[in-house]
């Protein structure tokens, strides 16, 4: 199965700080086949990025995608006090589905 | 709007069962596959298993492969988990989630927790 390994484990940054998340898979993610997800504590995961690159339903335009092949991205470009919490990277393109490790992103 | 609950979770001792239900509302069910994906305490997301849009077509992951049934009554619009043989190593959050026709989740319920403890 693909291992997906998210840096850093933690990302101490103040409000209005750009956010950088990275995401890098074992072997090469199928068809650019990689969302990110957004989880915050007692809560569930949010769809946040798929295709690695497009928004999901919602989302706020400050949250982007890059990437391809076994190096993906996700930047938040000015973090805003609800962006806080856990980020999630999932590659969907061979099966089994795997995730990453999380990262999380605290208040400096 | 778009609601999956989640029901089922609770203590259970080693080799027990549990069955889970996920009730969903607000959009077609017998369109769309479903996944489980569980969350054991403080750490992260593990995919469980997934069933197409009428049930024909069914996965497991290893580890749960052989004890876990997934399951769905599209008359009800209610996804199950019918969990056997249980393992300490099964405690966790469990969520069901609506899938998009490539495989990422949509939408998730807000998890029901599976404790396997003696």
């Known amino acids: 199965e693909i291992v997906l390994t998210q840096s850093p484990a933690t990302l101490s940054l103040s409000p209005g700080e750009r956010a950088t998340l990275s995401c890098g898979a074992s072997?090469?993610?199928?068809?650019?086949?990689l969302a990110w997800y957004q989880q915050k504590p007692g809560l569930a995961p949010r769809l946040l990025i798929y295709?690695?690159?497009s928004r999901a339903t919602g989302i706020p335009d400050r949250f982007s995608g890059s990437g391809s092949g076994t190096d993906f991205t996700l930047t938040i470009s000015r973090l805003e006090p609800e962006d806080f919490a856990v980020y999630y990277c999932?590659?969907?393109?061979?099966?089994?589905?795997?995730f990453g490790q999380g990262t999380k992103v605290e208040i400096k | 709007e778009v609601q999956l609950v989640e029901s089922g979770g609770g203590l259970v001792q080693p080799g027990g069962s549990l069955r889970l239900s996920c009730a969903i509302s607000?959009?077609?069910?017998?369109?769309?596959?479903m996944h489980w994906v569980r969350q054991a305490p403080g750490k992260g997301l593990v995919w469980v298993s997934r069933?197409?849009?009428?049930?024909?077509?069914?996965t497991y992951a290893d580890s749960v492969k052989g004890r876990f049934t997934i399951s769905r009554d599209n008359a009800k619009n209610t996804l199950y988990l019918q969990m056997n043989s249980l393992r300490a190593e099964d405690t966790a959050v469990y969520y069901c989630?609506?899938?998009?026709?490539?495989?990422?989740?949509?939408?998730w319920g807000q998890g029901t927790l599976v404790t396997v403890s003696s």
């Open positions: 607000g959009f077609t069910f017998s369109s769309y596959w």
């Open positions: 989630a609506r899938v998009s026709p490539l495989g990422y989740q949509l939408n």
């Open positions: 999932q590659q969907y393109g061979t099966s089994p589905q795997t």
């Open positions: 295709d690695a690159s």
């Open positions: 069933i197409n849009n009428d049930g024909s077509s069914i």
């Open positions: 072997q090469s993610v199928r068809g650019r086949y």
